[in-house]
Nanobody
């Protein structure tokens, strides 16, 4: 199995920044795409940003120019640098990874972390 653990969330004032981290561990064979999602209270989970194993990135329109996703393939870690934060960025941020394990190297599935909460005060 693959475990994802997020960290770096917290309370920040509007205009501030944070760096979220997500470390993958377990019997990993390969990780393809990794992504950050968020879910605000009373709303559906939405994709914030994604990154392929080659480093190609994609962002939601609402965060373009403010958020940056990156990854360290050697450490199986994905980061999300969030800046110019707005109160509407308040949400639980979840990490996901499309990965396979050593016992089934060509069988890929989605894995999710437990989330890290980001609260932006006005």
């Amino acid at each position: 199995q693959v475990q994802l653990v997020e960290s770096g969330g917290g309370l920040v004032q509007a205009g501030g920044s944070l760096r979220l981290s997500c470390a993958a561990s377990g019997s990993i064979f390969r990780i393809n795409a990794m992504a950050w999602y968020r879910q605000a209270p009373g709303k559906q989970r939405e994709l914030v940003a994604s990154i392929t194993s080659a480093g190609s990135t994609n962002y939601a329109d609402s965060v373009k120019g403010r958020f940056t996703i990156s990854r360290d393939n050697a450490e199986n870690t994905v980061y999300l640098h969030v800046s110019s934060l707005k109160p509407e960025d308040t949400a639980v941020y979840y990490c996901s990874a499309v990965a396979s394990v050593v016992t089934a190297p060509i069988r890929f599935r989605d894995y999710w972390g437990q989330g890290t909460k980001v609260t932006v005060s006005s």
